[in-house]
């Protein structure tokens, strides 16, 4: 029997859905296994429930609710044309109703911000200068740079912004998916508070420049940002946008902290299991997934595709890896909150350093 059957992580793989959901759609009754073992209570599932398997990872990327999909399913096994057609334009004409609904909200959402004022110094006379030490700067730029967008429809957030309040100098890059933050110590400034994005390729020119030990001048003038250092200059213009507000999304829910190895966590994310079968779209790019969540004894565990724990958040694996680099510490912190809030990534000597991460939802 075996040998004319799909195993759940054959089906999985050919279905495009998770040998999680497979689980759950099994105990739901959605798609229900043809054998299952009575010994080991593997799954296993016929050739004929492959189209189905593919059908429903479809209908959930289309976001019908899982009661029509069952009604869908039901219909297409009996070839029941009409109830299947009559579901699927009931689920289109919701889809386009919301995506109405969705415009108008957006229509007065952009009245809302064209009549807001502009609180921000204006950039045409914007003067402030001050001087941070190489090494600080160098490594506060390395802390965030993975970070930054590459979306071209995003302008706003190709660059690092460079917050100057006093003599705090903090660099903040964010793509939506993931943001990192660093602080460098400064002196002089005392002029108003000015928040500017510098492009990535003049944050890199710059970042050449940082080599050296000894103190960098930085300038705003009006659109122009400037860095002088011992081996050159690197100027250039800001971009004319503004950041979103990084101190309301770095305020993360309580939750576990865990202090881990860096170098044996990353070899255990980069080595350990991904989910199959549950790749999503960040950034316009495909993307693998692992899956953490916190041990009793307060370990971080890289799940495998068979724990269904609750408590497990799924990250980007290659953004994970990034920020674990970035951390640029032995040992790091990782704070976790709801599965569905961020991840944090500390440094446990600098709380003022740190990167945040989306997470992923796991759909079923």
Known sequence: MESEMRSIGEMARDSGLGVSALRFYDRTGVLVPAWVDPVSGYRWYS???????????RLRRAGMPLADIRLVLAGWSSADKDLVMELLRAHLRRLE??????????STLQELLAHRENTLTSHGTTTVRL???????????????????TDPELPMLGGV?????????HVVATDRYRMAVAQAG??????????????????D???????GGG??????EGDRVTLEAEDGQASGRRLDHDFPDYRRLVRLPAGNRALVDATVFRKAVAS?????????RQDGASCELSVLKVAHDGTVVVCDDGDDDPGQVAVNRAFLLDALAAGDRDQLVLEFGDPTAPIAIRRPDDEETFSILMPVRLEH
């Open 272 to 280: 350990g299991p991904v989910r199959t079968g549950e790749v999503r």
């Open 205 to 211: 020119a710059m970042r050449a420049l940082l080599n």
């Open 186 to 203: 400064a002196t002089g400034g005392g002029g108003p508070a000015v928040q500017v994005i510098v492009p990535a390729p003049l944050v």
């Open 161 to 169: 912004l460079f917050d100057i309040e006093g003599a705090a100098l």
């Open 97 to 106: 109703l919301e995506l109405s609904d969705a415009r108008t909200e957006f």
């Open 47 to 57: 050739p004929a429930q492959l189209e189905e398997a593919r059908l429903l990872a």
């Open 215 to 220: 103190p960098v001048r930085l300038a705003v």
């Open 131 to 149: 001087t941070a030490s190489a090494p600080e700067l160098a490594a506060a730029l390395d802390a965030v740079r993975f970070a930054t967008s």
